[in-house]
């Protein structure tokens, strides 16, 4: 039975020995004291040496991150539970910044913005920890973006290619289909080689519930990270869910590596920050913003890139998500994000609620960069898909006041509403490129004007299910292979025999939604 002596013989050797390995002298400590706490920030005296983002440690353990640095306190947004925190409880500086784990430990896992599991599994095993604020790539570290990003969307890789590196933003109002847009983009990386990097910011639990079910039925989970911010978070979690998923996205793109992340959405996130930055008597400029604003944003956007070969040629795509209030592009927000981006995907209301979906804005839509990474089988089929769209939309507006004018106006109508009708897709349901291809070949042929715009999705269906059996053109167009006359030959063949023995009549002019 062990004693009290026992146990005192046995430490004091131990202890006289660890003694001695301490150099003798004084040692400094700075504390520091809280003034005020509230609302998830606190304002700290003292702490002389504290530096810009440094975490600063208050009573019970709960982790504030130094934000503003005035002359006699120190602003810092808490990233814990402060509820017990009152004035003058005791701070200490710890002299790290804000670090979180990255690695393919984090695949399949759903955690918060410090990397801790939310999924009720175990913590996730981390190949290292990185800082969440890290510097972009320098130009001469880049390279053109030249490899094609697939989303599935054939109106988005017909019309608004994206590129492997570029940042395009997903922008439109409330329930518009933003989230399911960006969801079908990753799903399209089932069978490639991108990991996909989802951060939900101020998000309702059922929309991420839903996301993560559906990257699961996808079997797109195991390949992706969620990190999760919810809206009863401390908003320092909120705050820091952007950089966190950057950080993680950035591991696989700085290993050779592809990535995409989504950030859904940056609207909330600038809210959060105007709302920090008011707390901590920061002065507010245009529609009450702080004037950092821009840079928030620039500064995480910037670290998305295609590498050049001598950094591993990995590259990071980035997907941020924007809500617009009554269509308007021109608030601070949306603006700003724009001008940070590579071009926008605008959705809008008025198709989504026609059942046009994803309801992209042609008129108002561009993509900046991934027209040069275009896939060489797709680029001539959608060269004028942009124009004909516009043209067949003025004709449409036109002819719903006085009718059609001539059979020539009337058929160009009628092929309008196939494109329209074709460049619907059901959700959660992204098109391989040889389907998207022969779809598009079909429509270019002619083929789609005989059928009626309501069998329109049943032949979209029948060409998914036939065009499996052409596995080897499917990994020729994968591997950014031309349309050569064989090829579209073998395409058009299997579109042909979906279609009826005898042809209905084309449908009558109607008002231009689909199905009708």
Not at 185 to 192: C, P
Request: charged letters at 20%.
């Amino acid at each position: 039975m062990t004693t009290l002596t026992g146990s005192l013989d046995r430490w004091l050797p131990e202890a006289s020995q660890r003694a001695g390995t301490v150099p003798p002298g004084p040692r400094v400590e700075e504390t520091g004291r809280i003034e005020r706490v509230g609302d998830g920030v606190a304002l700290v005296s003292g702490l002389p040496g504290a530096r810009a983002d440094e975490i600063l440690l208050l009573p019970g353990g709960v982790p504030g991150l130094a934000m503003t640095l005035d002359r006699d306190t120190i602003g810092c947004v808490l990233l814990g539970d402060g509820v017990r925190l009152a004035a003058g409880g005791t701070v200490h500086g710890s002299g790290a910044i804000v670090r979180v784990p990255v690695g393919p430990g984090l695949l399949g896992r759903v955690v918060d913005p410090l990397g801790r599991p939310l999924d009720g599994g175990p913590p996730p095993r981390a190949s290292r920890l990185d800082p969440v604020e890290r510097p972009a790539p320098a130009i001469a570290e880049r390279a053109e973006v030249t490899q094609p990003l697939h989303t599935g969307l054939t109106v988005v890789d017909a019309m608004f290619p994206i590129g492997r590196g570029q940042r395009e933003l997903i922008i439109g109002d409330r329930a518009t289909g933003k989230t399911a847009l960006a969801l079908d983009a990753m799903l399209a990386q089932r069978d490639g080689d991108v990991v996909c990097i989802y951060a939900a910011i101020a998000q309702k639990a059922s929309s991420v519930r839903e996301v993560v079910e559906a990257l699961r039925a996808g079997g797109m989970l195991e390949r992706s990270i969620v990190v999760v911010a919810s809206p009863d978070a401390p908003p320092g979690l909120q705050w820091l869910a952007p950089y966190a998923a950057m950080t993680m996205a950035e591991f696989f793109r700085d290993s050779g590596g592809h990535a995409l992340v989504v950030l859904d959405d940056l609207t909330k996130h600038a809210a959060i920050h105007r709302q920090i930055a008011l707390l901590l008597r920061q002065p507010p400029g245009r529609e009450a913003f702080p004037g950092d604003v821009f840079y928030l944003h620039s500064r995480l956007l910037e670290r998305s890139a295609k590498l050049s070969d001598a950094r591993g040629g990995g590259s990071l795509t980035a997907l941020p998500v924007a809500e617009t209030l009554a269509g308007n592009l021109s608030a601070y927000i949306p603006t700003n994000l724009i001008s940070i981006t590579d071009g926008q995907i605008v959705l809008d209301t008025k198709l989504f609620h026609e059942g046009q979906k994803p309801a992209v804005d042609v008129g108002r839509s561009v993509s900046r960069v991934g027209g040069k990474t275009q896939s060489r089988s797709l680029r001539p089929l959608a060269e004028s898909l942009r124009l004909d769209y516009a043209q067949f939309a003025e004709l449409e507006a036109f002819t719903r006041f006085g009718g059609m004018t001539d059979e020539r106006t009337r058929r160009a109508v009628e092929h309008g509403r196939r494109l329209r009708s074709l460049l619907a897709q059901p959700r959660l349901a992204p098109l391989p490129l040889v389907a998207q291809v022969a779809l598009l070949l079909a429509l270019a042929e002619g083929l789609l004007d005989p059928l009626p715009l309501d069998r329109i999705p049943r032949f979209r269906a029948d060409a998914l299910a036939a065009l499996a059996d052409h596995g080897a053109i499917a990994a020729r167009l994968a591997t950014g292979e031309a349309l050569d006359d064989s090829t579209r030959a073998a395409l058009l063949a299997t579109m042909r025999r979906l279609l009826p023995a005898t042809p209905p009549a084309a449908a009558p002019a109607t008002n231009g939604r689909p199905g009708e």
